[in-house]
């Protein structure tokens, strides 16, 4: 029986390897974690994320060939494939700070690979990690002095969140990159079968290491930059008088474009597009392209225009103020159908309501009061590293409160902003 291990029980780990063990009856996969709450809740009833359909998987397979635990080396050992799934934040500090990633997680992950194994392994890059990467993984591998072998393969993931499990059953395609050797080889074939017990074979792509590590970042790169261009057209929209979704829906019309992602928004956010896209812009830059690293920067400014030009629209259209204003916040969460709300465009606009003295009451179907105080008490790319590392936060906002529906949230309110599109707000009176 092959033995899949995945470190980092997160958004990714998680629901990837519970499809793979509802797919692949004949693998055992364990999801291992150093964050304890975590693995206890994946082991619950009440799983660590929100996520449609979840539940229903780890259900059937659970207990059975797939578990959750903490013994993160036993695991390893045992494992002939280890996806690596850890953060890879946002450096804040030192040589690359605010752009570069953070690869301290996994660099920590690959030594523990290396301390604890006894026997060959495949290593999967499963975070999103810069381009070349798995070179320096590979060095910390191989440098074990125990005559062990191990094979890198880059193995990026494209779910979205809120349509992981639908994503993970019906890949566009799935990636899977490695050294071009007789072992490189066969390591692509190991893992490509393990893909192919459910996704066609024409959409798994393999390719050479470099490739797949580059193709991640620049497929958010290109998501994001769509999303940018439709909210800069929609600044000139609303200075005309055309109609942004009639503008939009036009433009996705032709097939060269297509109607996805043109959808106009208060900005982009989650914990990939703006990490994954200053990682590109870095990238760059250290390999010497300035007007390449400088075009991809301006995806971001627009993302940062937009969410300043919502609040300023919001001020300026209620007497220039909204001191003391009662300012109802529908949705927190960064997109529908997920709890998450790591670089929500909602903090910023919550923090530029507040730095003009709103009150801000908020209702988000799946966010609870503690992690909305959290999030608008937290320093900039804090969010992203393992929950028991994250500072806690020692006050709470006093103009915040949190309410149980959107019909308290907005009762007595001055204005309402609409910042997630739940579905549950198309149908409110
Ligand atoms: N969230 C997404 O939709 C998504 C999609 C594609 C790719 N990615 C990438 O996947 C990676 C993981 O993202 P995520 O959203 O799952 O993050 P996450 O924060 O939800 O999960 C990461 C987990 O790794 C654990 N961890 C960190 N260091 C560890 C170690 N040394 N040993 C064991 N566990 C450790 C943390 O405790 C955490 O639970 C990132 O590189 C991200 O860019 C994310
Ligand atoms: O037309 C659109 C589409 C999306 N968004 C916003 O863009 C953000 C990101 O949405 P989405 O891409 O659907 O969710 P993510 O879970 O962040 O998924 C992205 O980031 C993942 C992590 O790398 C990748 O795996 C996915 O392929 C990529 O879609 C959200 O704030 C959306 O509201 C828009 O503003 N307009």
Known sequence: MVKICCIGAGYVGGP????????????????????????????????????????DVVKQCRGKNLFFSTDVEKHVREADIVFVSVNTPTKTRGLGAGKAADLTYWESAARMIADVSVSDKIVVEKSTVPVKTAEAIEKILMHNSKGIKFQILSNPEFLAEGT??????????????????????????????????????????????????????????????????????????????????????????????????????????????????????????????????????????????????????????????????????????????????????????????????????????QVTEEQIQRDLTMNKFDWDHPIHLQPMSPTTVKQVSVAWDAYAATKDAHGICLLTEWDEFKTLD
């Open 164 to 365: 992981a499990i639908e994503d993970l059953f019906y890949p566009d395609r799935v990636l899977i990159g490695g050294r071009e050797t007789p072992e490189g080889f066969k390591a692509v074939k190991a893992l490509k079968d393990v893909y192919a017990q459910w996704v066609p074979e024409d959409r798994i792509l393999t390719t050479n290491l470099w490739s797949a590590e580059l193709t991640k970042l620049a497929a958010n790169a290109f998501l994001a930059q769509r999303i940018s261009s439709v909210n800069a057209m929609s600044a000139l929209c609303e200075a005309t008088g055309a109609n942004v979704s009639e503008v939009s829906y036009a433009v996705g019309k032709d097939s060269r474009i297509g109607p996805k992602f043109l959808n106009s928004s208060v900005g982009f956010g989650g914990s990939c597009f703006q990490k994954d896209i200053l990682n590109l812009v870095y990238i760059c830059e250290c390999n010497g392209l300035p007007e390449v690293a400088e075009y991809w920067k301006q995806v971001i400014k627009i993302n940062d225009y937009q969410k300043t030009r919502f609040v300023n629209r919001i001020v300026s259209s209620m007497f220039n103020t909204v001191s003391n204003k009662k300012i109802a916040v529908l949705g927190f969460a960064f997109k529908k159908d997920t709890g998450d709300t790591r670089e929500t465009p909602a903090i910023d606009v919550c923090k530029g309501l507040l730095g003009d003295k709103a009150r801000i009451s908020i209702y988000d179907p």
């Open 16 to 55: 990837t390897m519970a499809v793979i063990a509802l797919k692949c009856p004949s693998v055992e996969v364990a999801v291992v974690d150093i964050s304890v709450p975590r693995i206890t809740a994946w082991n619950s009833d009440q799983l660590p994320i929100y996520e449609p359909g979840l539940d």
